[in-house]
């Protein structure tokens, strides 16, 4: 037979198997969703990035800006819990016209890109609809806008988690160079960025060696690197690892580990938001149903899978299972880890590396009936999660506008007028944002100073301005010696989280 006549047979199926692809073209029948879900995490984000700076990012936005780059790794170093590498891509942005703004970008990139990252990493464990979902979710998902537009770590951990995962398991595939390079500086930016990192890269990394052995030489050179590549920072770790008790000591008081605590912080990670309780976003008919809804699947995928639970070596070694392992992993590493005496790290924002797993697991849930089911289930699910995310738009549960403070502050006071504000120790004082916003050099004062400031203004007749959470008003009012020679003429109440409440004074 002729050479061209053995060749033909193949060249056809190879020329039918390309117009199905042409016919069905997956990747574009995918796209859309995926562009059109990341178009909309964009918008979500750019509609709350304007909020006013808000707890821990008043700490980044004080170490940044109108710092030098070099000013910010003895500070780091000496007073922070967290490595440099997050601290490092948004100087730039810290220096820019309007830095209080600025600073949340790179954390407004890493979310949008874990949109198609979780859509990814479902493709290739899950599969596609678990895939669709679970992007979805985060694309919508309150606790994930909070922290996309927040100036610190969170959610650029995330994103690095994420592909750190996709990167492994392409490599344990295809066990190409590039992919294995992709890895360790996935992984390394993760650890750099945060260290609940870890509470990622190392379950995966266990995963890896028992499910595939074969690569073993690959992943311990890989992990060998990666080790290389951390060691430099290991003092300056071992020097944070004294100021993290501090924090862990502080999260006894704030979040005990508690069965209560830890199913509501939990859920507040999945679908609410870090500080709102979930009674009031999302809200109990919509948690409650929701909740019955995964359940039922998750009774009915177990109910017919049960037949091959006896496979369970090759159960644990697909990649579902890693997705599994990873989404119950960090919460149970730091629920361990905070049983210690006089520590709990078990806040919300430590489970932001755990989230992108578990909503590929709601997403494989809704996703396991029939499409004609799986679609308008999936639909429900996701209509739920925003409702929470519609609340987000109540002004109590946005960050304390702090911007109005200051601008009432600025309408109503001369320059030489002394603000004083309260030190509230559990959330950190929003107060301490009114120099940030304040256009103008203004003297201002903490709570410590109360009296001494108030006797200041006494002897010039100042006008004196008073800003704490309204709980703690009367901590700052004229004290006794004062009282008869001041009145209160206006206050201007922040709304937000954490509320503020202005008070000027004036003499009588």
Do not use: C
């Amino acid at each position: 037979m002729p050479a061209s006549a053995e060749v033909q047979p193949h060249l056809g199926a190879e020329v039918s198997a390309r117009g199905l692809r042409r016919t069905l073209d997956w990747p574009r029948l995918v796209a859309w969703p995926v562009g059109a879900l990341t178009a909309l995490a964009l918008v979500l984000r750019l509609a709350a990035i304007h909020q006013s700076l808000f707890g821990d990012e008043l700490t980044l936005y004080g170490i940044l800006h109108a710092h030098s780059f070099g000013y910010m790794f003895p500070v780091i170093h000496n007073t922070e819990n967290t490595p440099p590498l997050f601290f490092m891509v948004v100087w730039p942005f810290a220096q820019g016209s309007d830095a209080t703004v600025l600073v949340r970008v790179p954390s407004l990139l890493a979310s949008i890109a874990t949109v198609p990252l979780v859509y990814w990493l479902g493709v290739r464990t899950l599969g596609r609809g678990a895939g669709v979902v679970g992007a979805a979710w985060f694309a919508i998902s309150p606790f994930a806008l909070f922290y996309g537009t927040e100036a610190r770590a969170y959610a650029a951990v995330t994103a690095l988690a994420v592909l750190s995962t996709v990167s492994l398991l392409t490599a344990l595939e295809q066990r190409r160079l590039r992919w294995w390079g992709a890895y360790v500086v996935a992984s390394a930016a993760a650890i750099y960025t945060h260290y609940t990192a870890a509470l990622v890269l190392i379950p995966q990394a266990v995963w890896a060696l028992w499910a595939h052995r074969e690569s073993v030489r690959e992943q311990l050179s890989a992990g060998a690197v990666l080790i290389a590549l951390w060691l430099p920072w290991l003092p300056s770790f071992l020097v944070q690892a004294h100021h993290s008790e501090i924090e862990g000591s502080r999260g006894t008081l704030l979040n005990p580990v508690t069965l209560t605590n830890v199913a509501q912080l939990s859920g507040r990670a999945l679908i609410g938001d870090p500080f709102v309780p979930l009674r009031d976003l999302p809200g109990n008919i919509p948690m409650a149903i929701l909740a019955a809804l995964l359940v039922g699947l998750l009774a009915a995928l177990i109910h017919t899978r049960r037949g091959t639970f006896g496979h369970w070596r090759r159960a644990l070694a697909s990649p579902g299972a890693l997705i599994l392992l990873l989404a119950l992993a960090p919460p149970l590493i730091i629920i361990l880890y905070s049983l210690r005496p006089d520590t709990s790290f078990f806040a919300p924002r430590n489970l932001s590396v755990a989230v992108p797993y578990a909503l590929l697991l709601f997403g494989r849930l809704l996703s396991y009936p029939r499409p004609r089911i799986a679609v308008p289930l999936s639909l429900a699910a996701l209509a739920l999660v925003a409702i929470g995310t519609a609340k987000l738009t109540r002004p109590q549960n946005e960050r304390t506008n702090v911007r109005g403070a200051a601008r009432f502050i600025e309408d109503h006071a001369p320059p030489s007028a002394p603000v004083v504000i309260s030190e509230y120790p559990l959330y950190g004082p929003p107060g301490r944002a009114i120099s940030v916003y304040l256009n103008r050099p203004q003297r201002i004062r903490t709570g410590s100073q109360v009296l001494s400031v108030w006797r200041a203004a006494a002897r010039t007749h100042a006008p004196l301005f008073a800003s704490s959470v309204p709980e703690l008003t009367a901590y700052l009012a004229p004290p006794r010696p004062y009282a008869m020679d001041y009145r209160l003429r206006a206050q201007y109440l922040s709304q937000g989280l954490l509320p503020l409440l202005t008070s000027e004074y004036v003499w009588r």
